[in-house]
């Protein structure tokens, strides 16, 4: 409301003297910066769009397994890559999220590729920065050679701003997203969902049957 009554005071003040919007607009927030897919950290407006609490995703990179029998297959390298601040709604990012579950990693990229939507075209950058920190840095020793084990997404900062609209000032809110990819060392697995254990028919048989095994109260 404070905002609403300042600018209220400076339409006042304009009709009044010979001073442009121009002026006025200038001592207001406006976002130009805030356009870009990611916004790096090094920008002098960072403070206004990462979020301040700490993530704790990448302590998982961390874990000391113990040693392994000899006869036992050698454990998988995991890699667990977050990137933080993107900007786009975490409602839209999510189904793009659940898109690659269970891929490979050249399949995720090519399914992404392929679509119009600027989030894909986010993710697309995600992934390639988390196949590269995989084989740079976590011993994975092929870069085709690792699926995706579980992608997901959470909100992040939320950026309000106004602009000036008819009569009163119109808020926009610029929100801001986490992604966090799990990178799992060789083939994906042929059936990354479980299968239902019954059928359609069969769902509908035993659903029948719960309806007439039901026992109505106070009845004939």
């Known amino acids: 409301m404070l905002c609403f009554r300042t600018l209220r005071k400076c339409s006042n003040v304009l009709q009044r003297g010979s001073t442009s919007w121009v002026?006025?607009?200038?001592?207001?927030?406006?976002?130009?910066?805030?356009?870009?897919?990611?916004?790096?950290e090094d920008s002098p407006y960072a403070f206004m769009y990462q979020s301040q609490s700490e993530s704790k995703f990448k302590e998982y990179n961390k874990i000391v397994y113990p040693p392994q029998d000899p006869t036992e297959p050698p454990?998988?390298?995991?890699?667990?890559h977050e990137t933080r601040d993107l900007r786009y709604s975490?409602?839209?990012?999510?189904?793009f999220t659940a898109m690659?579950?269970?891929?490979?990693?050249?399949?995720?990229?090519k399914k992404?590729?392929?679509?119009?939507?600027?989030?894909?075209?986010?993710?697309?950058?995600?992934?390639?920065?988390?196949?590269?920190?995989a084989v740079k840095a976590h011993g994975i020793e092929y870069p085709s050679n690792m699926w995706i084990e579980h992608a997901y997404c959470n909100r992040g900062k939320i950026?309000?701003?106004?602009?000036?609209?008819?009569?009163?000032?119109?808020?926009?809110?610029?929100?801001?997203?986490?992604?966090y990819i799990i990178f799992r060392e060789g083939s994906p697995p042929e059936v990354y969902y479980p299968p239902d254990e019954m059928t359609g028919y069969e769902k509908m048989e035993d659903y029948i049957k719960?309806?007439?095994?039901?026992?109505?109260?106070h009845s004939l």
Request: one cysteine or more; a positive charge; proline letters at 7%.
């Open 100 to 109: 690659i579950r269970g891929l490979s990693i050249d399949d995720a990229i």
């Open 112 to 133: 992404v590729s392929f679509l119009p939507n600027r989030g894909a075209q986010i993710l697309k950058e995600c992934l390639l920065e988390g196949q590269k920190i």
């Open 23 to 40: 002026s006025v607009i200038n001592h207001f927030h406006s976002s130009p910066f805030v356009k870009a897919s990611y916004n790096p």
């Open 159 to 179: 950026l309000k701003g106004m602009r000036l609209a008819y009569k009163f000032p119109a808020q926009i809110k610029t929100r801001y997203c986490h992604v």
């Open 210 to 217: 719960k309806q007439r095994e039901r026992r109505i109260l």
């Open 75 to 80: 454990r998988p390298v995991e890699y667990f």
């Open 90 to 95: 975490p409602k839209k990012m999510w189904k």
